[in-house]
């Protein structure tokens, strides 16, 4: 028999739509009530180990939906005595670094409400823990990792310093992340790519990451795919460059159509490679941009690892000569043991110490407890109040500013100062539909990128272990990689001493389609959005189920005995929209739509990635720094 993973399954998506379009503003109070079974003030309150579906959980979304679907909303709300200097709409990371912001610049007195829909803090940046046979085993369940640090602008850097990530820590992350463990910078370490084949997986060793670039051996890696050999030889043509497939172009042809032309299109009519081969290669671009190469120019494939410079002509074949070192040296990650939930958590404590009182900081944030009765107590200069859906925001004629909010039934509202809307961008026209038409219109433009982050704590890693990788690439399945969980031993985290420990698995799917027609990439975006609230937990279950069971089951492993907990986050507003050549103009200074759309109206601001078009943990942190100046200045 299977065991029974504790969880909360819910109707999918169209039966959600369906039956909150007959719910009056009242009775859809009554459905925003969080998952937690316990209230935020009780001690057992503690979101991080809930197992079953987490993300964009049920009651986080539900307010936020009628709202933009159907401009429904309560029509009162109950005033509350408190007034703050800044209200933050969003505890995710740049909701978080702009309280701190804020905090730094107007003194420790400032009073500062942050308030989020979900029932954890840190955005999709969060915290999946199990506990079994004594051991506390953490895996990543969004955001994943500082990528180049180096490179931050001085004001994300001094916000990392001040909550202890300094340039010394960030050395001992490197120094204490295993050299095989791939998620974790070390591109050049074993990894595989596995096939099903008759009802099981074929999986091939190696350091894929830099074969695909040509490093020596990938020839007869190629050569055990289980793909047909005309298939093998005209991969291995396109990684090694013994042809030149634009050879009919002149330079400045070759620059446009790297440049104009999808990299599929290329390796479908230039090279000649199947569907089912291009698989294999669109599994690293899903995960890394949350597309395929379909909607990626020939030139953003390559610039990101895809095989085929060496196959463009001799500029080609210079840069793809240099290719593995300059990859080299551009790919610098540091990551936590559970992702960069610890950065959030850095960041809650230093805004509320009292979370977790005993917590030294950096050092110890990964197997700190955290106190979450603590985040929302009267008295304290900054609040953090979840399960708190906000439905509008507006400047009054007492030059404040007016926050309407729902939570565990009840609208509520309070005033500010300022506010900084640190949610995504496509909700903020709903809830400030005073803002100016052209900058609505802005707002709406990006479409962020969704994402599936499952973890699945094993009873031990004896059958994972015979793997040979940390990492495994799945093309053809549903989760198109297979990783053991962060190894590293960071801020005093103890990973898995051996394979005869619990360990946890995690699982990455990138939803978005291929597109079948004219699609834009936006209207792609918006499909995989749909698949994600449309899954059911159980059908999430069975996918990772049978996975694991194909990969594994050769070396001994039984889903029915060794599975101990499934934890499935969902992640449909993911990614910040970025512009990708083949979708998107080259509009003139000031005017792209996230400088149109991040302008500040009054005394409300907006901090995202979103407004910087760019999915990174320091543009959240830029984004936050300008809303605060712009609201102190």
């Given at each position: 028999?299977?065991?029974?993973?504790t969880?909360?399954?819910?109707?999918?998506?169209?039966?959600?739509?369906a039956?909150?379009?007959?719910?009056?503003?009242?009775?859809?109070l009554?459905?925003?009530?969080?998952?937690?079974?316990?209230?935020?003030?009780?001690?057992?309150?503690?979101?991080?180990?809930?197992?079953?579906?987490?993300?964009?959980h049920?009651?986080?979304?539900?307010?936020?939906?009628?709202?933009?679907?159907?401009?429904?909303?309560?029509?009162?709300?109950?005033?509350?005595?408190?007034?703050?200097?800044?209200?933050?709409?969003?505890?995710?990371?740049?909701?978080l670094?702009?309280?701190?912001?804020?905090?730094?610049?107007?003194?420790?007195?400032?009073?500062?409400?942050?308030?989020?829909?979900?029932?954890?803090?840190?955005?999709?940046?969060?915290?999946?823990?199990?506990?079994?046979?004594?051991?506390?085993?953490?895996?990543?369940?969004?955001?994943?990792?500082?990528?180049?640090?180096?490179?931050?602008?001085?004001?994300?850097?001094?916000?990392?310093?001040a909550?202890?990530?300094?340039?010394?820590?960030?050395d001992?992350?490197?120094?204490?992340?295993?050299?095989?463990?791939?998620?974790?910078?070390?591109?050049?370490?074993?990894?595989?790519?596995?096939?099903?084949?008759?009802?099981?997986?074929?999986?091939?060793?190696?350091?894929?990451?830099?074969?695909?670039?040509?490093?020596?051996?990938?020839?007869?890696?190629?050569?055990?795919?289980?793909?047909?050999?005309?298939?093998?030889?005209?991969?291995?043509?396109?990684?090694?460059?013994?042809?030149?497939?634009?050879?009919?172009?002149?330079?400045?042809?070759?620059?446009?159509?790297?440049?104009?032309?999808?990299?599929?299109?290329?390796?479908?009519?230039?090279?000649g490679?199947?569907?089912?081969?291009?698989?294999?290669?669109d599994?690293?671009m899903?995960?890394?941009?949350?597309?395929?190469?379909?909607?990626?120019s020939?030139?953003?494939?390559?610039?990101?690892?895809?095989?085929?410079?060496?196959?463009?002509?001799?500029?080609?074949?210079?840069?793809?000569?240099?290719?593995?070192?300059?990859?080299?040296?551009?790919?610098?990650?540091?990551?936590?043991?559970?992702?960069?939930?610890?950065?959030?958590?850095?960041?809650?404590?230093?805004?509320?110490?009292?979370?977790?009182?005993?917590?030294?900081?950096?050092?110890?944030?990964?197997?700190?407890r955290?106190?979450y009765?603590?985040?929302?107590?009267?008295?304290?200069?900054?609040?953090?109040?979840?399960?708190?859906?906000?439905v509008g925001?507006?400047?009054?004629?007492?030059?404040?500013?007016?926050?309407?909010?729902?939570?565990?039934?009840?609208?509520?509202?309070?005033?500010?100062?300022?506010?900084?809307?640190?949610?995504?961008?496509?909700?903020?026209?709903?809830?400030?539909?005073?803002?100016?038409?052209?900058?609505?219109?802005?707002?709406?433009?990006?479409?962020?990128?969704?994402?599936?982050?499952?973890?699945?704590?094993?009873?031990?890693?004896?059958?994972f272990?015979?793997?040979?990788?940390?990492?495994?690439?799945?093309?053809?399945?549903h989760f198109?990689?297979?990783?053991?969980?962060?190894?590293?031993?960071?801020?005093?985290?103890?990973?898995?001493?051996?394979?005869?420990?619990?360990?946890?698995?995690?699982?990455?799917?990138a939803?978005?389609?291929?597109?079948?027609?004219?699609?834009?990439?936006?209207?792609?975006?918006?499909a995989?959005?749909?698949?994600?609230?449309?899954?059911?937990?159980?059908?999430?279950?069975s996918?990772?189920?049978?996975?694991?069971?194909?990969?594994?089951?050769?070396?001994?492993?039984?889903h029915?005995?060794?599975?101990?907990a499934?934890?499935?986050?969902?992640?449909?507003?993911?990614?910040?929209?970025?512009?990708?050549?083949?979708?998107?103009?080259?509009?003139?200074?000031?005017?792209?739509?996230?400088?149109?759309?991040?302008?500040?109206?009054?005394?409300?601001?907006?901090?995202?990635?979103?407004?910087?078009?760019?999915?990174?943990?320091?543009?959240?942190?830029?984004?936050?720094?300008?809303?605060?100046?712009?609201?102190?200045?």
């Amino acid at each position: 028999m299977d065991k029974h993973i504790t969880r909360r399954d819910f109707l999918d998506g169209i039966a959600i739509g369906a039956g909150l379009g007959l719910l009056s503003p009242s009775a859809l109070l009554a459905q925003a009530t969080g998952t937690a079974t316990v209230p935020e003030t009780s001690a057992a309150y503690y979101p991080p180990t809930m197992t079953g579906l987490r993300g964009s959980h049920e009651g986080s979304f539900e307010v936020a939906h009628a709202l933009a679907w159907r401009g429904e909303k309560p029509s009162s709300y109950r005033p509350l005595d408190q007034h703050y200097d800044l209200v933050v709409v969003g505890a995710g990371m740049s909701g978080l670094a702009a309280a701190l912001f804020y905090r730094q610049k107007m003194g420790d007195g400032a009073s500062i409400l942050l308030l989020d829909n979900h029932d954890d803090f840190g955005g999709h940046a969060k915290r999946n823990e199990f506990h079994h046979g004594g051991r506390m085993v953490l895996s990543l369940g969004g955001a994943q990792n500082l990528e180049d640090p180096a490179s931050y602008s001085d004001e994300a850097k001094g916000l990392l310093a001040a909550i202890g990530v300094d340039d010394n820590f960030l050395d001992e992350m490197a120094a204490n992340t295993p050299d095989d463990f791939v998620l974790g910078g070390n591109l050049g370490a074993t990894s595989a790519i596995s096939l099903p084949v008759a009802g099981k997986h074929v999986t091939v060793t190696g350091p894929w990451m830099r074969y695909l670039m040509g490093e020596e051996g990938y020839e007869a890696a190629v050569k055990q795919l289980p793909i047909p050999p005309t298939q093998q030889d005209k991969l291995i043509s396109l990684i090694g460059g013994d042809r030149d497939y634009l050879d009919d172009l002149s330079l400045s042809e070759t620059y446009s159509y790297i440049n104009s032309v999808s990299y599929n299109q290329f390796v479908t009519e230039r090279v000649g490679l199947s569907a089912d081969t291009i698989a294999i290669l669109d599994a690293r671009m899903l995960i890394y941009y949350g597309f395929t190469g379909w909607n990626l120019s020939v030139m953003e494939a390559l610039a990101s690892g895809s095989p085929g410079f060496r196959a463009i002509g001799w500029v080609g074949k210079m840069v793809g000569s240099a290719g593995l070192a300059m990859f080299d040296s551009l790919v610098d990650l540091r990551m936590f043991p559970d992702g960069n939930a610890s950065i959030a958590r850095l960041l809650v404590h230093k805004l509320i110490p009292t979370v977790a009182s005993d917590m030294q900081g950096a050092a110890d944030v990964a197997t700190a407890r955290f106190r979450y009765e603590a985040l929302d107590r009267e008295g304290q200069d900054t609040r953090l109040r979840l399960n708190s859906t906000v439905v509008g925001v507006r400047e009054n004629d007492a030059q404040q500013v007016e926050i309407d909010y729902v939570t565990h039934g009840e609208a509520l509202r309070v005033t500010a100062d300022h506010c900084i809307l640190a949610c995504y961008n496509g909700l903020i026209p709903h809830l400030c539909p005073q803002l100016p038409e052209p900058q609505k219109e802005a707002l709406r433009y990006g479409v962020k990128v969704p994402f599936v982050y499952a973890n699945v704590l094993l009873r031990d890693g004896q059958a994972f272990s015979k793997l040979g990788a940390t990492l495994v690439q799945c093309p053809s399945d549903h989760f198109l990689w297979v990783s053991s969980a962060p190894t590293m031993t960071v801020s005093g985290y103890k990973p898995p001493r051996s394979p005869a420990d619990p360990m946890a698995v995690f699982m990455l799917a990138a939803p978005t389609p291929a597109p079948a027609g004219d699609e834009t990439l936006r209207d792609l975006l918006r499909a995989g959005r749909y698949k994600v609230y449309a899954t059911p937990f159980s059908t999430y279950e069975s996918q990772i189920r049978e996975q694991l069971q194909a990969l594994l089951g050769e070396h001994g492993f039984n889903h029915e005995n060794d599975i101990e907990a499934i934890t499935v986050n969902r992640i449909p507003h993911g990614y910040a929209y970025e512009y990708m050549s083949l979708e998107d103009p080259e509009w003139p200074e000031g005017q792209a739509p996230n400088e149109i759309g991040r302008a500040q109206f009054g005394r409300i601001s907006i901090a995202n990635s979103d407004a910087e078009a760019r999915a990174y943990m320091d543009a959240a942190f830029d984004a936050a720094w300008r809303a605060v100046n712009e609201q102190t200045s």
